[in-house]
């Protein structure tokens, strides 16, 4: 069975700059996360889509972010323009549903902004 | 408000020595807890999970319990390897909320 399967692995952009990421998640997985991780800090949520509709983005910066699930299947998370301290890894997730299901993570999208 | 804590923040052990890891969690109200394993720069490798109607949950050297009532969770890693350093991150599922909530982690370097 494939994992989940993130691009890019990393970027390096300039502040003030647009990023997107990609993100495919394990087939047949309803819920797909992305969370930030900040060097030194554990990952934390940013949004989590329930097939192609958002459960929870309260903590996604809305001014900057956005993210999207269209057919409920890739997702794409974009920054735009990019601040200095938006560095850290991207990580994307998926689970069969909420409620506790286990949750497998991708290998991650470092961001730096310089 | 749910909270994760992780002590220590790292630890540096001989190559063979058995050690704990510890979890601690502020509400009993959860679904599950998942112990992940981070390299430098990659992704979170699912190490152990342990529902909420477990005790304890085993894989090789790696034993992981879970005591609700009391917010805690340890990690037992016998027999420490070099190739076990790496940062242990905790993991909690809560009730009444959509996402797991993330301790720090604890850095772990196994010295040869």
């Known amino acids: 069975e494939a994992g989940v399967a993130q691009s890019p692995r990393y970027k390096i952009i300039e502040k003030r700059q647009s990023v997107a990421f990609w993100c495919n998640p394990i087939?047949?997985?309803?819920?797909l996360y992305w969370y930030q991780q900040i060097l030194g800090q554990g990952p934390k949520l940013l949004i989590q889509?329930?097939?192609?509709?958002?459960?929870?983005d309260s903590q996604l910066p809305k001014d900057r972010f956005s993210a999207e699930r269209l057919k409920g299947v890739d997702s794409t998370l974009k920054i735009q323009p990019a601040k200095l301290e938006d560095s850290a890894v991207y990580l994307c997730?998926?689970?069969?549903?909420?409620?506790?299901?286990?949750?497998?993570f991708g290998p991650g999208t470092r961001l730096t902004v310089t | 408000k749910q909270e994760v804590t992780q002590i220590p923040a790292a630890l540096s052990v001989p190559e063979g020595e058995n050690l704990v890891l510890n979890c601690s969690f502020t509400?009993?109200?959860?679904?599950?807890l998942q112990w992940f394993r981070q390299d430098p720069g990659k992704g979170l490798t699912s190490l152990l999970l342990?529902?909420?109607?477990?005790r304890e949950q085993t894989s090789g050297r790696l034993n992981a319990s879970l005591d609700k009532s009391s917010g805690r969770s340890t990690l037992y890693i016998a027999a420490s390897q070099p190739g076990d350093s790496a940062t242990y991150l905790c993991?909690?599922?809560?009730?009444?909320?959509?996402?797991?909530?993330f301790g720090a982690g604890t850095r772990l370097t196994v010295k040869p």
């Open positions: 997730a998926s689970s069969i549903g909420t409620g506790g299901y286990e949750q497998y």
């Open positions: 087939s047949g997985h309803a819920t």
């Open positions: 889509f329930q097939n192609n509709g958002v459960v929870d």
């Open positions: 509400d009993s109200a959860i679904y599950n």
């Open positions: 342990i529902q909420s109607s477990q």
């Open positions: 993991a909690v599922s809560f009730y009444n909320n959509n996402d797991m909530r």
